[in-house]
């Protein structure tokens, strides 16, 4: 147990340049070609044979001497597309930014990877570790399933983890059964006539359709749901027009849905159907709601989250993990892991403002900066819950 996190702290200068490598050069989506390349020569530099899955997608496997289960461990590598305004040496100028944390996640999984080959022998079966692309856009999971990532070793269970801005440094928290929020992106196309500002009985406005919509959507969630079920429906994006006297033809609005019960973010999903077409129908337009993409609530397996955070215990002390029931309405696409084998995700605190005031700004905040010291613990994690559980799963 101390041994994985002296041998952890004494590659700590190591993480720290995986870290920083990566966090200069943020990459968006399914195409990391910089950070797939980077990563891919790393764990060939510590013994490893590393396979491409799908796009950018990353498998390496480490056998012991003994037989026995495969454990899956997960890191994503994609940024978001955002102009980044840290003080940092280190900060990326391309437009791009590692505001969600996965650089540090895929520098504790390439730690990992390193300490795994200095415990080897200490390996009864097979760890799998997965570097994956687009986790924001939430393709990069489903795409590497059906790709077949859990076969060749069959995996038996998954463990992934994220950093968390505003929880104390070296905190873990685990949540029980459903955790996570479910979420549906979606795109609503208003369609009306184009005219002039001046005659717009000459026209349809989709603008007003459009802010129909919008006002009536809000009863969804405040009259449909009952109030003991949590869900939330967001439209973060209204466009419309080029000029102040023309009424367009066209409105774009995206949203989202979170919820904590997959049948419920079906259903507001198709009340919104009705809704932007009954809208439409009535002002003489057009609307059509398109499903972009989803990700599914994420479970945590109740029995592998007491095991591992059993474990992390004797590594990190009682007071350092946290358990707790109930979910947020963040959304994460390893849940479409958890509902293939027994999953357990993990959030592992990055720093508050008490400790360092650069620390504690929100996810995805252009200013976030996390505490580059849970880099050690990070990786030590990963390293002793895939040895302790493949010991004691056989």
């Known amino acids: 147990m101390n ?10 200068d190591e993480l720290i340049t995986y870290r920083r490598t990566i966090h200069s050069n943020p990459e968006v989506g399914s195409e990391l070609p910089k950070t797939k390349s980077y990563v891919i020569n790393k764990l060939k530099e510590f013994g490893y044979d590393p396979k491409e899955i799908c796009e950018s997608g990353i498998v390496a496997t480490i056998k012991g001497k003994k037989t026995g289960k495969t454990f899956l461990l997960r890191a994503d590598m994609d940024a978001l597309p955002m102009e980044e305004a840290t003080e940092c040496d280190f900060k990326s100028n391309n437009g791009f930014m590692h ?8 520098a504790m999984l390439l730690g990992a990877a390193k300490l795994l080959k200095q415990n080897q022998d200490e390996i009864e079966g097979t760890i799998k570790l997965v570097f994956q692309p687009d986790e924001e856009g939430f393709t990069g999971a489903k795409k590497m399933l059906a790709a077949g990532v859990l076969e060749n070793p069959k995996v038996d269970a998954a463990m ?3 950093v968390h801005s505003g929880t104390p440094s070296n905190v873990v928290l685990c949540g029980l059964g459903t955790s996570i929020a479910g979420c549906i992106r979606f795109r609503i196309v208003v369609r009306g006539t184009a005219c002039h500002g001046a005659m717009p009985e000459l ?8 802010s129909h919509i919008y006002i009536s959507l809000q009863e969804i969630i ?5 109030a003991t079920q949590s869900a939330v429906l967001t439209i973060g994006k209204f466009v419309a027009g080029d000029a102040p006297n023309i009424i367009p033809s066209e409105v774009i609005m995206e949203g989202t849905i979170r919820s904590l019960n997959r049948d419920i973010g079906e259903f507001i999903f198709n009340r919104i159907n009705d809704i932007v077409k009954s809208t439409a129908n009535m002002f003489r337009g057009e609307a059509e709601i398109i499903e972009l993409s989803s990700v599914p609530p994420l479970v945590n397996d109740t029995n592998l989250a007491k095991e591992i955070t059993s474990y992390l215990k004797d590594l990190l002390g009682e007071k350092s993990v946290v ?3 109930g979910g947020g309405m963040g959304s994460e696409d390893f849940a479409s892991y958890s509902y293939e084998v027994p999953s357990i995700y993990l959030m592992l605190g990055a720093g508050t403002k008490q400790e360092n005031s650069l620390y504690g700004e929100a996810m995805h905040n252009e200013k976030v900066v996390f505490n580059e010291d849970i880099l050690v613990t990070g990786a030590a994690m990963h390293t002793y819950s895939a040895i302790m559980w493949l010991k004691n799963n056989k």
């Not at 041994?3 to 700590?12: D, E, H, M, S, T």
């Not at 505001?99 to 895929?106: F, I, L």
């Not at 405040?222 to 009952?226: A, G, L, Y």
């Open 3 to 12: 041994k994985i996190i002296n041998q952890a702290k004494l590659i700590k």
């Open 99 to 106: 505001s969600c944390g996965h650089d540090m996640h895929t």
């Open 160 to 162: 992934a983890m994220h």
């Open 203 to 210: 026209g349809v406005d989709p603008i007003n359709i459009a």
């Open 222 to 226: 405040s009259r449909e749901i009952s």
């Open 323 to 325: 358990l707790f029931e």
